[in-house]
């Protein structure tokens, strides 16, 4: 497996790990700690996707050459 694959996986897991958080911590949505970890977790997601669209521009690119 080449690297950005293996990249790619990676992010997944760890947008999986940040989706479970999100779940488990529902239930005390209402603290202000809460809410910036809520935060947080929606700002690196967000990240995680951008390089995942980079990754998968990148596999493109290196395919159609």
Not at 7 to 24: I, T
Request: net charge positive; aromatic share 2%.
């Amino acid at each position: 497996m080449s690297g950005s694959s293996n990249r790619m996986l990676d992010l997944l897991q760890q947008l999986s790990v940040l989706n479970q958080l999100d779940s488990q911590s529902r239930s005390d949505a209402n603290s202000e700690a809460a809410l910036l970890d809520s935060n947080g977790r929606r700002m690196k997601r967000q990240e995680i996707r951008a390089e995942m669209k980079r990754l998968a521009a990148y596999a493109r690119q290196k395919s159609s050459e």
